[in-house]
Structure formats: structure tokens, C-alpha cells
């Protein structure tokens, strides 16, 4: 199965820490991708990398690619309340549907 | 504007019953997708139409089918519900398909619960 797996499934820090996220896939991908679903709401797209790529920003968001491991990693930094919520990586292969791994899920308490 | 929209947000019915689940997309995107999330949190794509074509089909109930009126529409019925149907179901558009990398925006999620 190309189903990314995030590790770990639930994690719970201060406000103000940053929080690691991390993703594993099986075969070759296109891209991979983060989103986040808060309790009770659809998905978010937070941030597309591509294969060729090994790393992007946006905000307080950072995500590593590394091919060769098949891994990604989603880093938030000084987290806030706020980002509470299940976070998932998604693979795309091409010619397949994304694949959605089962999500981390990041409390962040106040 | 809401980009993706589902109705109903709820839904409570008993075994046996037929019921739809509406979706529509403002983002003119050609590709829609109906997700299942289950209790676990796992989301498993059910199907994907792109410009009203039926693209993909996973391995899911023909109970379950979908229609297409436009490319902004994708509606799911669900004949003789069983309990195994509970679930939150989630539309998806997104603009791009098949090789090329697409962001997915996705509806607020229909809350199934068949008793």
C-alpha cells in the first residue's frame, strides 16, 4: 500500500513549543502532501512538496522530503493553542489518487 | 464564499433506508472526489469524477453510487444502509488530476449514523 504513516499518533505539548510530525511512504511519489483537520471540520491543505524538492516553508510550517527514506517530516514552530487538531500526510503517485496515512493527532495545551 | 459544500451536516437513519448526500464546489475545478472517514480517523477514497466522468472507483459497495449533473456537483446515494455505513463522508474537488500535483479542498463532512 502507498499509505503514509505518521508517527506518532497522538502528541501533546505546551503552547509555545515547536511540534514534529513525521511521515513514512512506501513506493515513489510525486509529492507528498500535509493537511490538517480540526475536530468536527473537512481538511486542510497546508503545504505540497514535491519529489524534487527537500524542503518548504510556509509561516510557521516546515516540511522536510527525504526520497531515499521514503520520510517526511511537518514541523510546527511555536505552536499555539490554536493548532489543535489531527494533522495527515497525503501521498500522490501520479496516476493514483492521493493516499491518506491515519494522522497525528497534536493537542497543544494552553 | 464556502468553496466546498455538503448537505446534510447530519445525518440519522435506520438500517435498511436509501438516503443522498449532496455536494457542490464553487472553485471550478474539474475534479471531485467522495472520501470515508471512519472512526478511527482513516479517510479512504470511495470514488472521483473528473468532468463528469466516473474515474475512480475503489473497492466500495455498488450500494453506493454516484452522479455527476455538472462538474460542479457530485451527489452519493446509498441504497439499504447497514450499520457498517456509520461514518463521516467527505466531498473533495481539486483542480488537476492524474500526474500532476493537486492540493485538495474539502467539504465540511456529512456525520452518517444509521441505527
Known amino acids: 500500500s502507498q499509505q503514509g504513516e505518521e508517527d506518532p499518533q497522538a502528541l501533546s505539548i505546551q503552547e509555545g513549543e515547536n511540534a514534529t510530525m513525521n511521515c513514512s511512504y512506501k513506493t515513489s511519489i510525486n509529492n507528498l502532501q500535509w493537511y490538517r483537520q480540526n475536530s468536527g471540520r473537512g481538511l486542510v491543505h497546508l503545504i505540497l512538496?514535491?519529489?524534487?524538492?527537500r524542503e518548504k516553508h510556509s509561516g510557521r510550517l516546515r516540511v522536510t522530503l527525504d526520497t531515499s527514506k521514503k520520510s517526511s517530516s511537518l514541523l510546527i514552530t511555536a505552536s499555539r493553542a490554536a493548532d489543535t487538531a489531527s494533522y495527515f500526510c497525503?501521498?500522490?503517485?501520479?496516476?493514483?489518487?492521493?493516499?491518506f496515512g491515519k494522522g497525528t493527532r497534536l493537542s497543544v495545551i494552553a | 464564499d464556502t468553496a466546498v459544500s455538503q448537505t446534510p451536516k447530519y445525518l440519522v437513519t435506520q438500517m435498511g433506508n436509501d438516503k443522498s448526500i449532496k455536494c457542490e464546489q464553487n472553485l471550478g475545478h474539474d475534479t471531485m472526489y467522495w472520501y470515508k472517514q471512519d472512526s478511527k480517523k482513516f479517510l479512504k477514497i470511495m470514488f472521483s469524477?473528473?468532468?463528469?466522468?466516473?474515474?475512480i472507483n475503489e473497492t466500495v459497495p455498488n450500494r453506493f453510487s454516484p452522479k455527476s449533473p455538472d462538474k460542479a456537483h457530485l451527489n452519493l446515494h446509498i441504497n439499504s444502509l447497514e450499520l457498517g455505513d456509520s461514518a463521516v463522508y467527505f466531498c473533495?474537488?481539486?483542480?488537476?488530476?492524474?500526474?500532476?500535483?493537486?492540493?485538495?479542498?474539502f467539504g465540511p463532512g456529512t456525520r452518517l449514523t444509521v441505527t
Open positions: 497525503a501521498v500522490n503517485s501520479g496516476n493514483t489518487p492521493l493516499v
Open positions: 469524477y473528473n468532468n463528469k466522468e466516473l474515474i
Open positions: 512538496i514535491r519529489s524534487n524538492e
Open positions: 473533495a474537488s481539486s483542480q488537476v488530476f492524474l500526474g500532476a500535483p493537486y492540493e485538495q479542498y
